[in-house]
């Protein structure tokens, strides 16, 4: 079976956008995300235009802001600083990567963690690491939205991680790392591979859930996967023909696995749907303080 995210995250945004109209009438505004953009790098156009438009869909305000290829730290923090106090902005995020002489994890981490869209923040990762109770939305905080798309690929697709052996390719503190936890936290026994572990083929031959963000195309081959694995491929590679793949190799895999994403139309809609699912999380959190403090 291979899972079309963007299929899926067509059906989710039509719910938001659903819900929004709903929380415009009770609430007196719809949600808001503030995106900061910083220099002419074209993939982060591309990404900021697919952003742009999930929001029209789903009926989130969207806020850019362009800054030039040169603008100092000091700046965009005066920015986010702004954002921050914006009681009409529920989420913000810059997008990555920024130019060499900005300093990232300081810039993300400017942003108030309540607004952090992208999970990024050192106390949301903290609580996604602790294992914090997310039940209630006063105390859920965003986590990482290409690890959340997955999660979300894999429900849709009937699949239970709980018992199943899973197999995580890479170890980035936006994919790796914290989907490896979310499986954990599903009750898998996972483990993580990278470009130091040796005889790799034969750990993810084990895996019945098998999620590959290496980076590098079609690195992924038959002989790496057990029959029926649920194969989940989070590379974006572009090819010297122009052509875009994934880090698993499609047409080889696809025929012994149970369950695959293709690349493109797989995680990467499902990406963009969590962040706009992040976005309706931060507002409602946000409108349910708000409440609390005139009550």
């Known amino acids: 079976m291979t899972i079309s995210g963007k299929e899926l995250a067509d059906s ?7 819900e929004v109209e709903d929380y415009h009438v009770r609430f007196g505004r719809v949600p808001a995300l503030a995106v900061i953009l910083v220099g002419e790098d074209p993939a982060s156009k591309v990404y900021v235009r697919n952003k742009t438009r999930a929001c029209e869909r789903a009926g989130i305000r969207h806020i850019e802001i362009t800054l030039p290829e040169d603008t100092s730290e000091l700046e965009i923090l005066e920015n986010i600083e702004a954002l921050n106090a914006d009681p009409s902005v529920d989420g913000i995020l810059v997008q990555l990567p920024l130019p060499a002489h900005l300093s990232e994890s300081h810039i993300t981490g400017a942003i108030a963690r309540e607004k952090d869209v992208d999970g990024f923040h050192p106390l949301n990762v903290a609580a996604l690491w602790l294992g914090r109770d997310n039940a209630k939305i006063e105390e859920h905080y965003p986590v990482a939205c290409t690890p959340r798309g997955i999660m979300r690929i894999l429900e849709a697709a009937g699949v239970d991680p709980a018992g199943k052996r899973a ?25 993580i591979c990278h470009s130091r572990t040796k005889d790799i083929a034969e750990i993810t031959r084990q895996a019945d859930i098998l999620v590959a963000a290496i980076g590098k195309p079609k690195f992924v081959g038959a002989e790496m996967v057990r029959d029926s694995a649920v194969v989940v491929d989070v590379g974006i ?17 696809a025929p012994r696995a149970s369950v695959i994403t293709p690349v493109p139309g797989g995680v990467g809609p ?12 931060c507002y409602l959190r946000h409108t349910a303080k708000r409440k609390k403090r005139k009550i």
């Open 167 to 191: 197999v995580v390719i890479g170890r980035s503190n936006i994919v790796g790392l914290p989907i490896a936890k979310l499986l954990l936290n599903a009750n898998a026994t996972v483990t």
């Open 237 to 253: 590679n572009r090819l010297p023909d122009g052509k875009l793949c994934g880090d698993v190799d499609f047409e080889a895999v």
């Open 270 to 281: 499902m990406t963009v749907c969590s962040l706009m699912e992040n976005t309706i999380d």
């Open 12 to 18: 989710i945004i039509g719910r938001i956008a659903s």
